[in-house]
């Protein structure tokens, strides 16, 4: 953690609880990126709710290539990532979201905020499921 940078990690988290509290606010909804990307790609969702799932969707990809094009990186952390590495990552994260009933966003931060027991166990065992994943592949690699 030699870049670890507390007050961007302090605005950044100011800006998704924010986000997700506004979200729900003006809404009703909870923001969950998974729950969206589903609907997104459901057959029983209406237009107008594919609607405002896609913008919101493209506004996340969006946000990151302009934060990353005004705020220069030292490297990515995939970019020495086998790309097979990478497919299999995202799978499994697919599984685990379909199999969570959730994401890390909408269990993490919108769930816990609401004081959801299933969104507290869900969080602790996906932590703990990447810190131990962290620790075999830097430590016992």
């Known amino acids: 953690m030699e870049n670890f940078t507390p007050y961007s990690a302090l605005f950044g ?6 986000g997700a509290s506004l979200f729900m606010l003006l809404n009703g909804r909870i923001a969950g990126i998974s729950g969206f990307l589903k609907g997104l790609l459901s057959n029983s969702t209406t237009a107008a709710d594919k609607s405002w799932r896609a913008a919101f969707i493209i506004g996340l990809v969006l946000s990151g290539l302009v934060y990353q094009a ?8 995939i970019e020495n990532t086998p790309p097979i590495i990478l497919i299999i990552g995202g799978l499994l994260v697919g599984f685990g979201t379909a199999m969570g ?10 769930g816990l905020s ?11 065992i996906f932590l703990s499921s990447g810190i131990a994943t962290v620790y075999v592949l830097r ?3």
């Not at 005004?70 to 952390?77: I, K, N, R, W």
């Not at 009933?101 to 919108?110: A, E, F, L």
């Not at 959801?116 to 969080?123: C, Y």
């Open 114 to 124: 609401r004081f959801s027991l299933r969104s507290l166990v869900a969080t602790v």
């Open 70 to 77: 005004f705020v220069p990186t030292q490297g990515s952390a």
């Open 101 to 110: 009933s959730g994401c890390t966003s909408g269990h993490g931060v919108c």
């Open 13 to 18: 988290g100011i800006l998704i609880g924010l």
């Open 139 to 141: 430590h016992l690699n």
